[in-house]
């Protein structure tokens, strides 16, 4: 297990290059309300010619299907050429909705490869190029990468599965290390990347109406682009949980805790509640 803390400044460090899995759900997120505030994007528009608006795409809400499916995940295992998107829609039945948009919270992979798209495409750069334009550069992080083939994983010192081809991850692969995951989350929480009005916009959370299990959330709902724990006191917190074959990641900023505290954790295990679970405990140490 590897932890960061910070509190606008760094307190423990860990460099090594881990994969964000879907912590980078909220750095699309927020390259989205970067744009919007730019007026570039409207939360209220549809694209790509979604039944969802850009806002409920986001939450989470848009009806769109997840392709975490007997067939993908055999396919991963099997080590084969990800499939074009296309093909993903079709083998996984993903082009066909839920329910129609707004009515109920369904977790979707597919949502946020269309908001990796629409990022690209206002951008007119390939991934990489607009996190750091939007996002890295000012906040100085420059050990952050998009992972396209499997040798890109090679840097990573965290646990990850032999062969794993990263394009898997549809929405992409973002590798880095956990101090800058703190770092750019913290920035994040103190509205210094998008407007203090924008982040509780960000934070306005669909409150998840099921059983999460052993996890450590007591009130958890989802905003955009981030998970969200809405209980009152210092262990409201808002970040986001990533996992992929070999690892898992938590990024969590605590408002509430020392004028506001970051913390990330990885671990080679698949269960979530350990790494996030450990969050929370080193909350509670500091």
């Known amino acids: ?36 505030e730019e007026n570039q994007l409207s939360l209220s528009k549809h694209y790509f010619g979604q039944a969802g608006t850009l806002e409920q ?3 989470h809400e848009s009806g769109l299907k997840d392709y975490y499916c007997k067939a993908y995940l055999e396919a991963v295992e099997r080590n084969e050429i990800p499939w074009t998107f296309d093909v993903l829609l079709e083998k996984t039945n993903s082009q066909i909705l839920l329910g129609p948009a707004g009515k109920q919270f369904h977790y979707s992979n597919i949502g946020y490869y269309y908001i990796r798209r629409l990022v690209e495409n206002t951008m007119d750069m390939p991934l990489e190029k607009a996190l750091y334009a939007l996002i890295f ?3 100085k992080i ?4 998009v992972a396209i083939n499997p040798e890109d994983l090679k840097v990573c010192t965290q646990g990850i599965k ?32 998008i407007s203090s009005d924008m982040l509780e916009h960000m934070k306005d959370a669909y409150m998840i109406p099921f059983d ?11 905003g955009l682009g981030l ?18 074959p070999g690892s898992t990641i ?11 505290m970051t913390v990330a954790a990885t671990s080679e295990s698949s269960d979530q509640s350990i790494v996030e679970n450990k969050v929370t405990n080193l909350i509670k140490i500091h």
Request: glycine fraction near 10%; include cysteine.
């Open 162 to 193: 032999k062969e794993y081809h990263p394009s898997w991850l549809y929405h992409g692969m973002i590798i880095g290390s956990l101090n800058s995951a703190c770092i750019f989350l913290d920035y994040l929480a103190s509205g210094k990347i």
């Open 250 to 260: 938590a990024v969590y900023h605590f408002p509430n805790v020392n004028s506001g």
């Open 57 to 59: 795409v986001l939450r």
């Open 212 to 222: 999460i299990g052993n996890r450590p959330w007591q009130k958890p709902g989802y």
């Open 137 to 139: 550069d000012e906040l």
């Open 142 to 145: 420059k050990d952050v990468f």
């Open 227 to 244: 998970m969200i724990d809405a209980v009152e006191g210092r262990f409201h917190s808002f970040g986001h949980t990533g996992s992929g």
């Open 1 to 36: 297990m590897k932890c960061t803390l910070v509190n606008h400044k760094l307190v423990q460090k860990s460099d090594a290059l881990v994969p964000w899995w879907s912590f980078g759900k909220t750095a699309l997120a927020t390259c989205v309300l970067k744009l919007v």
